[in-house]
Antibody, heavy 121, light 107 residues
């Protein structure tokens, strides 16, 4: 069965660009109609959807992130990535990657274990 | 954007109790609603999609109902392993918004 695993820097300074990668195992990132998503959760708070990407590179981002987000996919490595620019303390969160069932059925399953990111000043 | 609310924000119940959580959308989302369980320190786990379809492998003690703007997650016969925060999520169109969560603990 498909498993996802996030990786990232853990700690990043304010105003820098955050880069995270999600590695997919147990299946191909190009399989079927699946999309691939990033979701984050600030400490002690709820979940915020960041965006999703298809294996062809088609992507859609949450407008709340005001153009700071870029996603990419590397089918040869079975990975997809998130870049978030101009980070501030409000970007401190656990970042999860997840599979999206399809373009019209946008529920998330499975999820990775999450990678914590702290933005320091 | 469509806003999602949940009630209650937290509850405490006894083992064996029937528990109900309500999720409301600020606009009609038909049945484009999912429910997740997030145990402490763990990622969310999909329980239900399409408002009422149980994800494969999820206990039949969980059930979902509703359509339009009001939805309910029911846990029959609460177990200690059900201690978690439960989130609803709408997915009729992007952005895909989650509710604020309902934290359940066991008395």
């Amino acid at each position: 069965q498909v498993q996802l695993a996030e990786s990232g820097p853990g700690l990043i300074k304010s105003s820098q660009t955050l880069s995270l990668t999600c590695s997919v195992s147990g299946g191909s990132i190009s399989d079927g109609d699946y999309y691939w998503s990033w979701i984050r959760q600030p400490p002690g708070k709820g979940l915020e959807w960041i965006g999703y990407i298809y294996h062809t590179g088609i992507s859609y981002y949450n407008p709340s992130l005001k153009g700071r987000v870029t996603m990419s996919v590397d089918t040869s490595r079975n990975q997809f990535s998130l870049t978030l620019s101009s980070v501030t303390a409000t970007d401190t969160a656990v970042y999860y990657c997840a599979r999206v069932y399809s373009a019209y059925h946008n529920w998330f399953d499975p999820w990775g274990q999450g990678t914590p990111v702290t933005v320091s000043s | 954007d469509i806003q999602m609310t949940q009630s209650p924000s937290s509850l405490s119940a006894s083992v064996g109790d029937r528990v109900a959580i309500t999720c409301r959308a600020s606009q009609d989302i038909s049945n484009y609603l999912a429910w997740y369980q997030q145990r402490p320190g763990k990622p969310p786990k999909l329980l239900i999609y399409g408002a009422s379809t149980l994800q494969t492998g999820v206990s039949s003690r969980f059930s979902g109902s509703g359509s339009g703007t009001e939805f309910t997650l029911i846990i029959t016969s609460l177990l200690p392993e059900d201690v978690a925060t439960y989130y609803c999520q709408k997915y009729n169109r992007a952005p895909f918004t989650f509710g604020p969560g309902t934290k359940i603990d066991v008395k």
